[in-house]
């Protein structure tokens, strides 16, 4: 029985050894006397063997003179003996309790500081920002307000929408989320100018407002004026700036080029199998066993095998086992009408995320050309969108 | 002695108490051949690692085997570990 047992670890009992002649009376006198025995074994014909407890043990050590028999001690054990082994070795106990201290104090640092979710804010501004409100590695992770910190760090970088800071031992996360641009509006009071979001060939002006700059035909490259506010007219004396608004139409191309290669490299495995073991301490790999690869064409599957995990980080010793699968290399033609049409719906589905949903199509172009065993297609689509986009003039 | 003990049995049969507790016998218990438990023993007599015999009232409980060791020992029980073979009584 475990608990028992562990009741007598606690205690702390002595395996003795009885020698004497009548060891049956004073095991009687033993169980008289109330001493608790156990485990008694048998040795030879003079000794006996018994566990018995501290206590028991004092009482015994007497009555074993009145019976004729000798006791010995051959073993100690449990708590308290262990205890007074480790009283006499107090430098032992302190340095336990130091080094405890100390890797509480050692993991009450922050040693790295992570940045995600930026994306237009460069991470070395976030950092510089970071270290300018008080966050750095190496600091010491209850000298630091977190809210405070986020929100210094909002005040600082004003491009961000929110930062979240968590902590993971000695590892800071920081997260941000980027204010998203709103468009420029541009009030109605104020003049403006239409100029081209896009590059295109106009196909309709409507200026509600305004003078039309370009006609039907015209070619108009990305931020070229349309619909200019200023408005002269030879009876005017200064000329009139209004605000102006309108639609213009034109036509637009999205081009994107896609190639696929007309042979395809089949790698079937030949069901031989090499393993290779790698112990990695660190950055260091180290080849633990495996040798060369008997294998001229072969594919490798990388698998790591952590010892352990400690709070979600990953411990920085692993054995990666790579296993080399030999292959058989054959070329195997496409059929050029299947790559082609593959092709094609790539092409419209890259060019789809780029057009805007009010946009009507007009026209779609695929063209095909063959360099050696590439296949490239070139699709055009011509789509008619409004370009117009108001832009503030300036006085 | 005798007609007093024959009263006590026949209490004890028709109240149907227990007559280890009425008439003082010992009450031994076995698992298997692998443990023996004698509660109301009077004392060890002999113990060795293939013999133990054990004094009771009904007299002497003798119990055969191999390694035998006596697991813990206390004034009302004996408990006896090893491979047993064969338990009798005898005067």
């Not at chain 1, 008997?294 to 990953?314: L, M, Q, V």
């Not at chain 1, 789809?352 to 689509?381: C, H, R, W």
Request: aromatic letters at 8%; charged letters at 30%.
């Amino acid at each position: 029985m475990l608990i028992l047992r562990l009741w007598n670890y606690m205690r702390g009992y002595v395996i003795i050894k009885i020698e004497g002649l009548s060891l049956e009376k004073f095991i009687n006198a033993c169980v008289q006397k109330g001493i608790y025995l156990w485990e008694i074994k048998r040795i030879n014909y003079t000794t006996i063997e018994a566990k018995v407890g501290i206590k028991g043990f004092k009482v015994l050590k007497r009555l074993s003179r009145k019976c004729g028999c000798r006791v010995y001690i051959s073993e100690k054990n449990g708590y308290p003996f262990w205890a007074h082994k480790v009283k006499k070795r107090k430098m032992l106990l302190i340095g336990a309790f130091f080094s405890c201290i100390l890797l509480m104090i050692a993991s009450s640092f922050i040693y790295s500081i992570s940045i995600v979710g930026n994306d237009k804010v460069s991470k070395e501004e976030i950092a510089d920002a970071l270290n300018k409100v008080g966050m750095k590695a190496g600091v010491n992770r209850y000298f630091v307000d977190i809210r405070d910190i986020e929100n210094r760090l909002l005040m600082e970088l004003h491009d961000l929408a929110w930062v979240g800071i968590e902590l993971k031992g000695v590892y800071a996360k920081v997260e941000v989320v980027e204010k998203v641009p709103i468009p420029e509006r541009v009030d109605k009071d104020i003049p403006c100018d239409i100029i081209a979001a896009k590059n295109g060939v106009i196909e309709k002006v409507i200026a509600r407002n305004g003078d039309a700059v370009v006609k039907k035909g015209d070619i108009v490259s990305k931020g070229d004026k349309l619909v200019t506010g200023v408005i002269t007219r030879e009876n005017l004396p200064n000329p009139l700036y209004v605000h102006s608004y309108g639609e213009v139409y034109a036509k637009t191309y999205y081009e994107a080029t896609k190639s696929m290669p007309t042979v395809e490299l089949k790698q079937e495995p030949t069901g031989e199998k090499h393993k290779k073991y790698m112990l990695r301490i660190g950055s260091m790999e180290l080849s633990i066993g495996g040798g060369e690869i008997p294998f001229t064409t072969y594919i490798t599957e990388k698998s790591i095998k952590a010892p352990f995990f400690w709070r979600n980080k990953d411990f920085p010793v692993e054995i990666i086992v790579e296993e080399y699968l030999e292959v058989n290399e054959t070329q195997v033609d496409l059929n050029i009408d299947e790559i082609k049409k593959v092709l094609h719906s790539d092409s419209v589905q890259e060019l789809m995320k780029e057009i805007p949903a009010e946009a009507e199509i007009l026209n779609s172009t695929i063209d095909f050309y063959q360099v050696e065993d590439i296949i490239y297609g070139n699709m055009i689509i011509e789509v008619l969108e409004d370009i117009a986009e108001q832009k503030k003039i300036d006085l | 002695m005798k007609r007093t003990e024959n009263i006590k049995k026949n209490i004890a049969d028709a109240l149907e108490l227990p007559q280890d507790i009425v008439l003082d016998l010992p009450k031994i218990t076995m698992v298997g051949n692998l443990q023996l438990c004698v509660e109301n023993h009077k004392g060890i007599i002999e113990y060795t690692n293939n013999q133990i015999r054990i004094y009771t009232k009904l007299g002497i409980l003798r119990v055969l085997g191999k390694n035998l060791l006596l697991k813990n020992i206390v004034l009302e029980e004996i408990v006896i570990v090893g491979e047993i073979k064969q338990v009798e009584f005898y005067d």
